[in-house]
């Protein structure tokens, strides 16, 4: 470092909360260079760019292959040398693999070469994190010289956990913690980042920037929001939340410290518009980044199709999702004029296709086995089963995703059909309760989210919102003939799944027992179903899937 590189008292640093593809060690590097590049022209000093970013984030077992983490290094060799330019430094997230270990690490490039590594200490391995399968612990690390400042660099779970990692940084002689997160969104997760990095201040007395990560990766959706407290504890910046974004802040040195002097105040949205705009994050990711062209959906005319029909406009553009209503002769004349009036309301194409003739050939093929017995739950299940089909059947034909519009109330007690509505390759409301699903959609008829392409003004249709559901697989049937109500039903399973609650401590919430032991006794028998869906966007903080890991084979009641 020469004279004239070194910094004075002003320090200008670009956050780039960006979205990068796991996998894609090409693209990412592209969107790490056009990122360096709009920050030099913002006449930034260093890049941020987030954990393991040349990767994409989790790569999960992608780490285990040789060539991927060779052709990770090269691309953090290849951005290096383009630092010779004199413009800014980078800090990149990127997975190395050395005599000792394999590392969840960054490198910080400047000057043309990788002036440092640092690698990760805590290890996350709970929930939808599982680090310590594919990733070794690193060594306990000190502060980075970057043109005269000494930099701190824990990375993501180094400031949540008990490690010590910050106070060491800052014992070290750090000036200023720049830490890279690929942190997932589920519900209230932005004032829990701020309780962290508080904690990290308070207990430093250093300054703190938290890099996040944007962008759908299967079941998880990263939101960005990326932040940053003064070691005076007040914030200094706030980026947007779930959207693309570089950021460039002014920090000016004083005599106690850095303190941000510039930076942008983004608005946090509230937890409707935060858990819609997660679902729609994730879903347009997903189909994206999967390469599908299209989508197709059974749109019933209840809830949760026209929900999931809503995030699919949203998210790709109406010429992109195809409805089709796949009536029966118990399909109501409000479920096909409400199917009929959500598609037209979101501009999507609407098709109808009767399932009268392929279930008579199925109760046909099998009238001799089933001689003598009673209709029932098999004949109810061939109705959803035909949908199935000729939802796969149109995905076959046309090359469209198909999207299963299951909600978490359905899937926890198994009030779904294995090859029939559990058909799909995405569920956008997988992660939704039944009550939430009715907030969300109440909150989508009076606004628009930023970034999506549907159009404005009641776009679930009132009635849909209004009438009690039903699955209409036999006649006046209703959803809650046969479980609880949904308020009930959803604070129930809260407290077993999310809560991991007792069943005496759910009975003193006011429940009545033994509707909470059947409840409990349909959530522990549905697992294999579970096992069997499509995966969807994580919206709390325990889905089924990542987070919960319960057995199928399972005798255990609490009794």
């Not at 060799?77 to 800014?88: H, K, Q, V």
């Not at 306990?140 to 949540?160: L, S």
């Not at 997932?184 to 308070?202: A, E, M, S």
């Amino acid at each position: 470092m020469t004279q004239e590189n070194a910094l004075s008292d002003i320090f200008r640093i670009a956050i780039g909360q960006l979205n990068p593809t796991v996998g894609d060690v090409a693209g990412n590097l592209a969107k790490a260079r056009e990122a360096r590049a709009d920050a030099a022209r913002e006449g930034a000093h260093l890049l941020v760019l987030t954990e393991l970013f040349i990767s994409g984030y989790p790569p999960e077992d992608l780490v285990l292959k040789p060539a991927f983490i060779r052709a990770c290094w090269k691309a953090v060799e290849s951005l290096a040398a383009e630092t010779a330019d004199g413009g800014p430094g980078v800090i990149i997230g990127f997975p190395r693999q050395d005599d000792t270990g394999r590392y969840n690490s960054v490198a910080v490039l400047d000057g043309g070469k990788v002036i440092a590594v640092r690698d990760k200490i805590d290890l996350p391995n709970y929930g939808e994190f599982d680090e310590k399968r594919v990733f070794d612990q690193g060594a306990m690390p000190g502060p980075v010289n970057f043109r005269g400042v000494r930099i701190g660099i824990p990375i993501c779970e180094d400031i949540w956990g008990d490690l010590g990692v910050c106070e060491t940084l800052a014992e070290s002689g750090a000036e200023i913690l720049l830490s890279p997160n690929g942190s997932p969104y589920y519900r209230g997760k932005v004032d829990i980042r701020h309780q962290v990095v508080l904690r990290q201040v308070i207990e430093t007395g250093l300054p703190l920037i938290y890099a996040a990560q944007l962008g759908g990766q299967d079941e998880l959706v990263f939101d960005g929001a990326s932040f940053a407290f003064n070691a005076d504890k007040s914030l200094a910046f706030q980026m947007s939340q779930f959207e693309t974004a570089l950021a460039v802040t002014t920090w000016k040195r004083g005599d106690s410290g850095w303190h941000c002097a510039e930076g942008p105040m983004a608005h946090i949205p509230e937890s409707e518009e935060a858990d819609y705009r997660a679902c729609l994050l994730g879903f347009r990711d997903y189909v994206n980044k999967n390469g599908f062209k299209t989508v197709v959906l059974g749109l019933s005319g209840g809830i949760d199709s026209a929900i999931c029909a809503a995030i699919a406009v949203d998210a790709l553009g109406e010429e992109r999702v195809r409805t089709v209503m796949l009536p029966y002769r118990y399909t109501s004349e409000d479920s096909l004029k409400d199917a009929a009036d959500c598609a037209r309301a979101l501009g999507c194409r609407y098709d109808i296709v009767p399932i009268e003739q392929p279930v008579t050939g199925f109760s046909s093929a099998l009238a001799s086995l089933f001689e003598g017995t009673d209709s029932g739950i098999t004949e109810e299940n061939l109705q959803s089963r035909a949908r199935g089909v000729i939802l796969m059947a149109i995905s076959n034909k046309f090359g469209s995703m198909v999207v299963t519009t299951g909600n978490k109330s359905e899937m926890s007690v198994g009030y779904a059909t294995l090859y029939g509505d559990m058909n799909g390759g995405f569920n956008p409301i997988k992660d939704l309760y039944k009550m939430q699903v009715y907030a969300l959609s109440r909150w989508r008829n009076e606004n628009v989210p930023p970034g999506a392409l549907g159009p404005s003004g009641e776009v679930i249709p009132q009635n849909i919102i209004d009438k009690a559901p039903s699955a209409e697989l036999r006649p006046d049937q209703k959803d809650q003939d046969s479980l609880p109500p949904y308020p009930v039903l959803d604070d129930i399973l809260e407290c077993l799944v999310e809560k991991e609650m007792a069943v005496e401590e759910i009975v003193a919430r006011g429940h009545d027992v033994a509707t909470v032991h059947r409840v409990e006794h349909l959530l522990y028998l549905a697992e294999y179903k579970r096992r069997q869906s499509a995966p969807g966007v994580k919206i709390t903080k325990k889905n089924f899937g990542r987070d919960r890991r319960y057995p199928i084979t399972n005798r255990f009641r609490d009794r």
